[in-house]
């Protein structure tokens, strides 16, 4: 009877850190296709993230996720991989706090007031989907200097250099834009 004996080779080191390597860029590119099939929708908007920050006093971009454990304690998870409990009603008092207290961003106002017309709208009887057009006014700075106003309504785009000041019309923001003396950004 034959009888095979198996030894263990010795792998050069060289060999051990470029297979170390190609495990690691494999792991990479495992996790990125995961990603890209299956991406995974972030619960907090930025707002919800400003608010953790400003209580916990950490910038609004390390928070990754909360969640609710057992229903007394909130668990801030970190970018980074860290993570930190709060007792639940300590942490909704402050959140009440903060919120009153919290100036919302642009975005953040133009989604509210989006959502304020949608609700109109169906108080209404009228669908926020057939709404042809919205005539509105903003005022045009640039690097803190006061440039005019624009304003766009069914027909088209409004210029005006001061609050009442001869409208000058356009067919195109940009168009609007450039009526105000204002030139276009070159990339440098």
């Given at each position: ?33 995961a990603?890209a ?8 908007t930025s707002?919800?993230?400003r ?6 006093e ?7 996720t ?7 304690t909130v668990?801030v998870?970190?970018?980074d991989?860290?993570?930190l ?5 300590w942490f909704?008092t ?8 919290l100036?919302?961003t642009p ?6 007031l ?5 609700k ?8 926020h ?11 045009l700075y640039?690097?803190?200097r006061f440039?005019?106003?624009?304003e ?7 210029a005006?250099?001061r ?6 019309v356009?067919d195109?923001?940009?168009d609007?834009i450039?009526l ?9």
């Amino acid at each position: 009877m034959h009888y095979t004996t198996h030894t263990q080779q010795a792998i050069p080191s060289s060999s051990r850190d470029e297979q170390a390597l190609a495990q690691v860029e494999l792991n990479h590119l495992l996790e990125s296709q995961a990603e890209a099939v299956a991406p995974t929708q972030d619960p907090l908007t930025s707002r919800d993230r400003r608010i953790i920050g400003e209580i916990i006093e950490v910038e609004p971009e390390s928070i990754r996720t909360i969640w609710i454990e057992g229903g007394i304690t909130v668990w801030v998870q970190f970018v980074d991989g860290g993570r930190l409990p709060f007792d639940r009603n300590w942490f909704a008092t402050r959140v009440a706090e903060v919120k009153a207290t919290l100036p919302e961003t642009p975005l953040e106002r133009n989604e509210r007031l989006s959502d304020e017309l949608e609700k109109a709208c169906t108080a209404f009887g009228l669908y926020h989907g057939e709404i042809d057009w919205l005539s509105f006014s903003a005022k045009l700075y640039k690097g803190g200097r006061f440039v005019g106003f624009i304003e766009c309504n069914q027909e088209s785009w409004y210029a005006r250099p001061r609050q009442y000041g001869v409208n000058r019309v356009a067919d195109t923001a940009k168009d609007v834009i450039a009526l105000l003396g204002v030139r276009t950004a070159v990339a440098a």
